[in-house]
């Protein structure tokens, strides 16, 4: 079991380390609401807070109540992962998906701590269509879950 959680909980310090550093530079470096072009037509940098949840659902400032929303479902979402953890029929790939969504939510959680919004900058978009913003731990998020249905669609009955 040792190895089990020490899988998941290094895949989520890594989430969590690199979607701080990205957010850190880029507080640190791009003006709020100042798009930086990386790829004219496609991609910006931006530096911009989002109270809601992922692509700007329930975004609006006089929603205080979204912070213990978003808290509460933080806490059970890792708790459920812990517990999933637990059993040995999980494999490497299951523990790396799970630690992907667990990074991700913890990451987007120290943002609502620390500012009761989560730093979004990742701005993808092609003329007049704009996907929402957003950043390292929803991308982690994205990917964990994706790893996580592939992986339990690909179980045998049985097992799932």
């Known amino acids: ?14 989430v969590l380390f690199l979607d ?8 640190r470096l791009i003006p709020e609401h100042r798009p930086v072009t990386v790829i004219a037509g496609l991609f910006d940098l931006v530096n911009i807070r989002n109270r809601g949840a992922a692509f700007g659902f329930l975004n609006r400032s006089d929603m205080e109540w979204q912070f ?4 509460a479902a933080t806490i059970v979402a890792v708790g ?3 517990l999933v953890a637990r059993s040995e029929e999980n ?3 299951l523990l790396t998906g799970l630690g992907c969504i667990m990074g991700g939510a913890l990451g987007n959680l120290v943002d609502r701590v620390r500012f009761r919004a989560v730093v979004d900058f990742l701005d993808i978009y092609w003329k007049d269509w704009h996907w ?6 929803d991308a982690a998020i994205f990917v964990g879950v994706a790893l996580t249905c592939l992986v339990l669609w690909r179980k045998p009955p049985t097992q799932k």
């Open 1 to 14: 079991m040792a190895r089990r959680y020490a899988l998941l909980g290094s895949v989520a310090a890594l």
């Open 20 to 27: 701080q550093l990205s957010k850190w530079a880029v507080m």
């Open 68 to 71: 213990w929303l978003f808290l």
């Open 80 to 82: 459920a992962i812990l």
């Open 91 to 93: 494999g490497p790939c």
């Open 132 to 137: 929402p913003a957003f950043n390292v731990a």
